[in-house]
């Protein structure tokens, strides 16, 4: 099932966007390393460089087309032709949020930079440059070579960046960084090379290209074997619960920017390598994972939780808390629902404001006294007002407080956990007793619920040991309150953390095509249940009455239409949007679903994809009806999440 | 009886390099101590000269000298490797060797030499050139270790290398002659001479000759059990050296390996297969974790390049499971190739990377002082701005850091054992790869993110022709590592003609 392909020209750009925003970083390094000497200067310099990759980042936004699923502003050239390797760059549904985190980020972490670094101001700018260019790389690759060449090269400048101006362990942290992730990625590279061979057997083309492997019929065993070596590569770097020891160290010794990349950016890869590579690849070996899987990410959530209440650290209390929370994130992936992994991947950009806003408000006070220890603090609402409203507001945004972002994201995965049925492939194996298969899911949720109740506990009392009480250090009656600088940091994250908590459908709706699309590879059944859901719906519901759906994309005015000449559409999808008709919703018009998702139903019903039935052997078709009646309410995750 | 013709034109890359030596070691005796300089650059002249004769005969395709010499792409593909490993030897030694105070001509000149053994190694076809080349190559090698005869460490070198160089060789020669007792004859094409047909099959003997073969050509390469003396030579003796012979023999015994293994004892393909496997795993766990406890750069260094020669093994290996695999002619020939070509790729690599790391370790070095202990390193970067970002290059490339020349080469190589199915190799060889990691990071680590203890030296990056080895390997390493196509194309363009 390749996704249809759109170029950047075909979108009505005259430029490749991605690679314009993957190079104008490392082109800024550059000119500092060979021009700039003054530090002032390097610090204008870089923060304007990463200001104007976000701003053209916000590019991407008015042209994307958001109703079915597509590679989109894409650049294809050959690379190494005899390997078959290519330079293709695409964005879809489930990386553009994941981007714009990433340039969004950025920009504060370069800004909250200015006066933390002192030492080595030209060297740490121009890693942090570099750092940005791997990781819009990653997001951006879509063939594997160009994949593992960006998540490895990533690597250094962070191995830099904790290393030279972390804290006093930095050493130890840096080289367990690297190797950690280093020792995660080799197995991948080894998962890779042998993708491409079975690809190369199958069809005797060489291609590294990530959506030709989509739908290969992989046998069993070398799937489970793929699958884990992706596992160990994606969960190391997630991290998933026990390979998350480099996590702590690396977050309390890297510098404030450092570990807002880092938990904001970095930790994402590995969970955008799930959604992207793990699901769709091996949907087999994902189905006969998942019991592990989710028993890992639910071991996570609580374990992160429990260690983060003891922390007497604060860098160290919101990584551990990071730990939790990816645990979340994990769980909505495995559920293999729309709910659940579009809850995930929001998960992944609340996790990002959110714990990229702690380590901000976490290293403004460091900036100030050279402590991070909890006992140090306390009453400091007294002397900075602001920045304890600031504080509170990422904090409860961290804990999930209704009409703030944590919230929808947690929600919608533990909604998706509910309905995922998790043990039922372990229990049509015979493994275990029929009713387990409700009770199991039941049971991890509850479990995964009391994550939050935890996260709750660690960060509001961490937040009054901090806060309240009395101001009895005398190192702290000194303390100044923001500046404007310090604010204008973390304004951006608080109107967006009150954005999400509100009004999510705007970022739901960019992936929704994506998602479904990921959903049906991995797991047809549920897909096949939602689509069903939406199709009922949208039978019994006015037009223009309560729910809304994903409509027709929105292009901006005066945007020509866009045509597509001989790109890849399925036979169904002829026939539901001919071939001139522009992808355009007219005004009244009710388009509920997403077009072409109907194409994919009949498609699944004629069962013409051989990866999509590969999928049934370990669901029985029942399945779909399991808990219609409930789900009627919730069919719609974004109208739902959004009335909350 | 009538003597074939005499084709120089087959030689001519070997013979300008001789002519070049010889004629430095003549300007020697005429030349002022003072302008000594001046022989390095009649050298770099000759070399150029061999470079481009070998251009010239590239597409040839035949054997000259009544079938001793192979003249073909893949013999040129070598040669160039050996011309350009000389080349920056050249260039990164003058500045050690005047500090040590030895003599630029004889040096020059057996480096030359040397480079003509490993010349002839590579364009062999009959098992007697072969070891003339070997001879050739080794003992300049021998010599060279102990130029500084005040230096017992150097002496020593000499010493071991010759010793066990010698036994190595006997071996190779006592394998030889069996191979010329049981077939008759030298060449290459031995079996397949044979009058008797049936010969693989009902000769015991004839895993006897592979066998001791294997010994000489392992101990070349130094491979595990055979690298014993890789640490203690390399250390002791003058470091432009190490750097070349790091190289040079290496490159020149997998050259022959993969000519004499394919062609000669292809029938005996699983024998080799086992050995070689063997060969590998071992050498990659021992290099890779022994290098970790290094702490000087000559001995980690040495470890390393025994590790490499693991990886190295691995293509060797897969090209060997390729022509046995099922899935028809084609497709195995075209593995066979493929996993040949990734040793070759993985060595123009090797080459690059491997000197440049160790003319930064000359640059450092001082005349009372080596200064090659990982300690030394400390805090380069603020002292030597430049030649720490390209040691960082240098040394991400011998990990395997993709970007680099390295990762191409290791890529292709693990990549011939997935296809071929030889996961044990792949996995312990990124397993290790990732132990290598450390070694190679603790430099960087060094350079960047340790003070220097004691009194600091002040010093900068001064321009000599050291550093300009140093520019030139970095930039192929990043420009192969970006576009690796014309070098690909290139491996893959001679090793069909020489496997056809």
């Given at each position: 099932m390749t996704p249809e392909i759109l170029t950047y020209a075909d979108m009505g750009?005259?430029?490749?966007i991605l690679s314009l925003l993957t190079y104008i970083p490392v082109i800024g390094a550059i000119i500092i390393m060979l021009f700039l000497r003054r530090d002032n200067t390097i610090r204008w310099f870089a923060n304007i460089v990463v200001l104007v990759d976000f701003v053209l980042s916000?590019?991407?936004?008015?042209?994307?087309?958001?109703?079915r699923h597509a590679l989109q502003f894409v650049e294809k050239a050959p690379w190494i032709e005899s390997l078959g390797a290519q330079y293709f760059l695409g964005v879809d549904g489930i990386s553009i949020l994941l981007v714009l985190l990433t340039t969004f980020l950025g920009v504060l972490a370069v800004l909250s930079s200015w006066t933390a670094i002192q030492d080595r101001v030209k060297e740490y700018y121009i890693f942090m440059l570099l750092l940005q260019t791997g990781m819009l790389g990653v997001f951006f690759s879509l063939d594997f070579f160009l994949f593992y060449v960006f998540w490895e090269i990533m690597l250094v400048p962070m191995y830099f960046l904790i290393g030279v101006?972390?804290?006093?362990r930095k050493l130890y942290a840096a080289i367990k960084f690297f190797l950690y992730t280093l020792a995660g990625s080799v197995l991948m590279l080894l998962a890779i090379l042998g993708l491409y061979f079975l690809h190369y057997r199958q069809t005797g083309e060489l291609s590294f290209e990530?959506?030709?492997?989509?739908g290969m019929d992989i046998p069993m065993h070398i799937q489970r074997w793929l699958f884990l070596a992706f596992f160990v590569g994606f969960a190391i770097k997630v991290p998933m619960f026990p390979f998350h020891t480099w996590l702590p160290d690396a977050h309390v010794e890297a510098p404030t920017a450092g570990s807002v990349i880092l938990a904001g950016v970095l930790l994402k890869m590995g969970t955008y390598g799930f959604v992207r590579f793990s699901l769709p690849l091996f949907p087999q070996a994902t189905m006969w994972f998942l019991p592990y899987g989710i028993t890992l990410a639910v071991i996570g959530i609580v374990y992160g939780a429990l260690t983060a209440m003891m922390q007497p650290d604060m860098k160290k209390l919101v990584a551990y808390s990071s730990v939790s929370h990816l645990g979340f994130v994990m769980l909505g992936l495995f559920a293999l629902n729309q709910q659940g992994v579009e809850g995930g991947i929001l998960q992944m950009i609340n996790h990002g404001l959110s714990t990229g806003g702690l380590f901000l408000v976490v290293g403004l006070i460091y900036e100030r006294r050279h402590t991070r220890m909890i006992?140090?603090?306390?009453?400091?609402s007294h002397q900075m007002p602001l920045y304890a409203i600031m504080f509170m507001i990422i904090t409860l945004s961290s804990i999930g407080l209704?009409?703030?972002?944590g919230f929808i994201g947690e929600f919608t995965i533990l909604l998706g956990g509910f309905k995922a049925l998790w043990m039922k492939p372990v229990v049509a194996l015979g493994?275990?007793?029929?009713?387990w298969a409700t009770n199991m899911s039941t049971l991890m949720v509850l479990l995964a619920t009391s994550g939050i109740v935890l996260g709750a506990a660690y960060m509001l009392w961490m937040y009054q040991r901090v806060?309240?009480?009395?101001?009895?250090?005398?190192?702290?009656?000194e303390l100044k309150d923001l500046n404007l600088r310090e604010v204008m940091t973390l304004i951006p994250i608080i109107i967006l953390c009150f954005w999400i908590g509100i009004y999510p459908k705007p970022f739901l709706r960019f992936m929704d095509a994506a998602v479904m699309n990921t959903v049906l590879m991995t797991n047809p059944q549920a897909a096949l249940a939602e689509m069903k859901q939406m199709r009922e719906m949208q039978m019994n519901a006015?037009?223009?009455?309560g729910m809304e759906a994903p409509s027709g994309m929105q292009l901006p005015p005066g945007h020509p239409p866009i045509s597509m000449p001989g790109q890849h559409m399925m036979p169904g999808q002829q026939s539901a949007?001919?071939?001139?008709?522009?992808p355009i919703s007219m005004p009244g018009?009710?388009?509920?679903?997403?077009?072409g998702h109907e194409a994919m139903m009949e498609q699944f019903r004629a069962g013409e994809s051989h990866g999509m039935r590969r999928g049934l052997t370990f669901m029985?078709?029942?399945?779909?009806?399991?808990?219609e009646a409930p789900e009627a309410a919730h069919a719609d995750p974004h109208g739902h999440s959004g009335d909350k | 009886m009538q003597i074939p013709p005499i084709d120089f034109t087959a030689v001519y890359p070997e013979v300008i390099v001789a002519l070049v030596g010889l004629l430095v070691l003549a300007v020697d005796i005429f030349i002022k101590p003072q302008r000594k300089t001046s022989l390095s650059a009649i050298a770099l002249v000759g070399l150029v000269l061999a470079f481009l004769t070998t251009m010239l005969i590239w597409d040839r395709n035949e054997t000259a000298f009544s079938g001793m010499v192979a003249v073909d792409s893949y013999a040129q593909f070598f040669k160039l490797i050996f011309i350009f490993s000389a080349a920056l030897t050249v260039l990164i030694s003058p500045r050690y060797l005047s500090l040590n105070n030895i003599s630029v001509g004889e040096y020059l000149e057996l480096v030359l030499f040397c480079t003509v053994g490993m010349m002839v190694m590579a364009s062999a076809n009959d098992l007697v050139t072969i070891y003339i080349g070997l001879e050739l190559m080794a003992i300049s090698i021998y010599l060279m270790a102990g130029f500084?005869?005040?230096n017992p460490r150097s002496c020593e070198a000499s010493m071991k290398y010759f010793l066990l160089g010698s036994f190595a060789s006997a071996l190779l020669l006592y394998g030889m002659s069996f191979f010329y007792g049981i077939t008759?004859?030298?060449?290459?094409q031995g079996f397949t001479l044979s009058?008797?047909?049936?010969i693989i099959d009902s000769e015991?003997?004839?895993?006897l000759p592979l066998v001791l073969m294997t010994v000489g050509f392992a101990f070349k390469i130094a491979a595990v059990p055979f690298h014993m003396w890789t640490p203690d030579v390399y250390e002791g003796a003058p470091t432009p050296l190490t750097a070349f012979m790091s190289v040079g023999p290496k490159v020149a015994a997998f050259a022959v390996i993969m000519r004499v293994y394919m062609k000669t004892f292809g029938a005996l393909v699983p024998d080799w297969v086992q050995m070689f496997t063997l060969l590998s795993i071992l050498t990659m766990i021992y290099g890779n974790v022994v290098a970790v406890?290094?702490?000087s750069m000559k001995r980690m260094l040495a470890y390393s390049s025994i590790a490499h020669a693991g990886y190295l093994l691995i293509g060797i290996v897969s090209a060997g499971t390729a022509t046995e695999m099922t899935g028809g002619k084609a497709m195995s020939a075209t593995f066979a190739s493929e996993s040949m070509m990734s040793v070759m790729v993985y060595l123009f690599a090797y080459m690059f990377m491997n000197l440049g790391t160790f003319a930064v370790v000359i640059s450092l070095g001082r005349a009372d002082n080596p200064?090659?202990?990982?300690?030394?390193?400390?805090?380069l970067a603020k002292r030597r701005p430049l030649t720490a970002l390209l040691m960082t290059i240098l040394l991400l490339s011998l990990m395997g850091f993709p970007g680099t020349f390295g990762f191409i080469g290791k890529f292709y190589i693990f990549k011939a054992a997935i296809v071929t199915g030889n996961l044990t190799l792949a996995v312990v060889g990124v397993l290790m790869s990732v132990v290598a990691a450390f070694y190679y990071v603790r430099v960087v680590l060094y350079m960047y993110m340790r003070e220097p203890e004691g009194e600091v030296l002040a010093e900068g990056d001064a321009i000599s022709s050291t550093m300009y080895a140093i520019v030139v390997t970095t930039m192929f390493t990043l420009l192969f590592g970006v576009a690796p196509g014309f070098i690909i194309d290139m491996a893959r363009y001679t090793i069909e003609r020489m496997l056809a």
């Amino acid at each position: 099932m390749t996704p249809e392909i759109l170029t950047y020209a075909d979108m009505g750009l005259k430029w490749p966007i991605l690679s314009l925003l993957t190079y104008i970083p490392v082109i800024g390094a550059i000119i500092i390393m060979l021009f700039l000497r003054r530090d002032n200067t390097i610090r204008w310099f870089a923060n304007i460089v990463v200001l104007v990759d976000f701003v053209l980042s916000l590019r991407l936004i008015p042209g994307f087309i958001i109703d079915r699923h597509a590679l989109q502003f894409v650049e294809k050239a050959p690379w190494i032709e005899s390997l078959g390797a290519q330079y293709f760059l695409g964005v879809d549904g489930i990386s553009i949020l994941l981007v714009l985190l990433t340039t969004f980020l950025g920009v504060l972490a370069v800004l909250s930079s200015w006066t933390a670094i002192q030492d080595r101001v030209k060297e740490y700018y121009i890693f942090m440059l570099l750092l940005q260019t791997g990781m819009l790389g990653v997001f951006f690759s879509l063939d594997f070579f160009l994949f593992y060449v960006f998540w490895e090269i990533m690597l250094v400048p962070m191995y830099f960046l904790i290393g030279v101006w972390g804290g006093p362990r930095k050493l130890y942290a840096a080289i367990k960084f690297f190797l950690y992730t280093l020792a995660g990625s080799v197995l991948m590279l080894l998962a890779i090379l042998g993708l491409y061979f079975l690809h190369y057997r199958q069809t005797g083309e060489l291609s590294f290209e990530v959506m030709k492997y989509y739908g290969m019929d992989i046998p069993m065993h070398i799937q489970r074997w793929l699958f884990l070596a992706f596992f160990v590569g994606f969960a190391i770097k997630v991290p998933m619960f026990p390979f998350h020891t480099w996590l702590p160290d690396a977050h309390v010794e890297a510098p404030t920017a450092g570990s807002v990349i880092l938990a904001g950016v970095l930790l994402k890869m590995g969970t955008y390598g799930f959604v992207r590579f793990s699901l769709p690849l091996f949907p087999q070996a994902t189905m006969w994972f998942l019991p592990y899987g989710i028993t890992l990410a639910v071991i996570g959530i609580v374990y992160g939780a429990l260690t983060a209440m003891m922390q007497p650290d604060m860098k160290k209390l919101v990584a551990y808390s990071s730990v939790s929370h990816l645990g979340f994130v994990m769980l909505g992936l495995f559920a293999l629902n729309q709910q659940g992994v579009e809850g995930g991947i929001l998960q992944m950009i609340n996790h990002g404001l959110s714990t990229g806003g702690l380590f901000l408000v976490v290293g403004l006070i460091y900036e100030r006294r050279h402590t991070r220890m909890i006992k140090d603090f306390g009453g400091l609402s007294h002397q900075m007002p602001l920045y304890a409203i600031m504080f509170m507001i990422i904090t409860l945004s961290s804990i999930g407080l209704p009409s703030l972002n944590g919230f929808i994201g947690e929600f919608t995965i533990l909604l998706g956990g509910f309905k995922a049925l998790w043990m039922k492939p372990v229990v049509a194996l015979g493994f275990l007793p029929k009713e387990w298969a409700t009770n199991m899911s039941t049971l991890m949720v509850l479990l995964a619920t009391s994550g939050i109740v935890l996260g709750a506990a660690y960060m509001l009392w961490m937040y009054q040991r901090v806060m309240f009480g009395k101001l009895e250090n005398p190192k702290n009656m000194e303390l100044k309150d923001l500046n404007l600088r310090e604010v204008m940091t973390l304004i951006p994250i608080i109107i967006l953390c009150f954005w999400i908590g509100i009004y999510p459908k705007p970022f739901l709706r960019f992936m929704d095509a994506a998602v479904m699309n990921t959903v049906l590879m991995t797991n047809p059944q549920a897909a096949l249940a939602e689509m069903k859901q939406m199709r009922e719906m949208q039978m019994n519901a006015a037009p223009g009455q309560g729910m809304e759906a994903p409509s027709g994309m929105q292009l901006p005015p005066g945007h020509p239409p866009i045509s597509m000449p001989g790109q890849h559409m399925m036979p169904g999808q002829q026939s539901a949007m001919p071939p001139g008709h522009p992808p355009i919703s007219m005004p009244g018009q009710t388009p509920a679903m997403p077009a072409g998702h109907e194409a994919m139903m009949e498609q699944f019903r004629a069962g013409e994809s051989h990866g999509m039935r590969r999928g049934l052997t370990f669901m029985e078709p029942a399945a779909a009806g399991h808990g219609e009646a409930p789900e009627a309410a919730h069919a719609d995750p974004h109208g739902h999440s959004g009335d909350k | 009886m009538q003597i074939p013709p005499i084709d120089f034109t087959a030689v001519y890359p070997e013979v300008i390099v001789a002519l070049v030596g010889l004629l430095v070691l003549a300007v020697d005796i005429f030349i002022k101590p003072q302008r000594k300089t001046s022989l390095s650059a009649i050298a770099l002249v000759g070399l150029v000269l061999a470079f481009l004769t070998t251009m010239l005969i590239w597409d040839r395709n035949e054997t000259a000298f009544s079938g001793m010499v192979a003249v073909d792409s893949y013999a040129q593909f070598f040669k160039l490797i050996f011309i350009f490993s000389a080349a920056l030897t050249v260039l990164i030694s003058p500045r050690y060797l005047s500090l040590n105070n030895i003599s630029v001509g004889e040096y020059l000149e057996l480096v030359l030499f040397c480079t003509v053994g490993m010349m002839v190694m590579a364009s062999a076809n009959d098992l007697v050139t072969i070891y003339i080349g070997l001879e050739l190559m080794a003992i300049s090698i021998y010599l060279m270790a102990g130029f500084q005869r005040d230096n017992p460490r150097s002496c020593e070198a000499s010493m071991k290398y010759f010793l066990l160089g010698s036994f190595a060789s006997a071996l190779l020669l006592y394998g030889m002659s069996f191979f010329y007792g049981i077939t008759g004859t030298t060449s290459l094409q031995g079996f397949t001479l044979s009058p008797n047909s049936n010969i693989i099959d009902s000769e015991v003997m004839t895993r006897l000759p592979l066998v001791l073969m294997t010994v000489g050509f392992a101990f070349k390469i130094a491979a595990v059990p055979f690298h014993m003396w890789t640490p203690d030579v390399y250390e002791g003796a003058p470091t432009p050296l190490t750097a070349f012979m790091s190289v040079g023999p290496k490159v020149a015994a997998f050259a022959v390996i993969m000519r004499v293994y394919m062609k000669t004892f292809g029938a005996l393909v699983p024998d080799w297969v086992q050995m070689f496997t063997l060969l590998s795993i071992l050498t990659m766990i021992y290099g890779n974790v022994v290098a970790v406890a290094q702490k000087s750069m000559k001995r980690m260094l040495a470890y390393s390049s025994i590790a490499h020669a693991g990886y190295l093994l691995i293509g060797i290996v897969s090209a060997g499971t390729a022509t046995e695999m099922t899935g028809g002619k084609a497709m195995s020939a075209t593995f066979a190739s493929e996993s040949m070509m990734s040793v070759m790729v993985y060595l123009f690599a090797y080459m690059f990377m491997n000197l440049g790391t160790f003319a930064v370790v000359i640059s450092l070095g001082r005349a009372d002082n080596p200064r090659d202990s990982l300690a030394d390193y400390a805090g380069l970067a603020k002292r030597r701005p430049l030649t720490a970002l390209l040691m960082t290059i240098l040394l991400l490339s011998l990990m395997g850091f993709p970007g680099t020349f390295g990762f191409i080469g290791k890529f292709y190589i693990f990549k011939a054992a997935i296809v071929t199915g030889n996961l044990t190799l792949a996995v312990v060889g990124v397993l290790m790869s990732v132990v290598a990691a450390f070694y190679y990071v603790r430099v960087v680590l060094y350079m960047y993110m340790r003070e220097p203890e004691g009194e600091v030296l002040a010093e900068g990056d001064a321009i000599s022709s050291t550093m300009y080895a140093i520019v030139v390997t970095t930039m192929f390493t990043l420009l192969f590592g970006v576009a690796p196509g014309f070098i690909i194309d290139m491996a893959r363009y001679t090793i069909e003609r020489m496997l056809a």
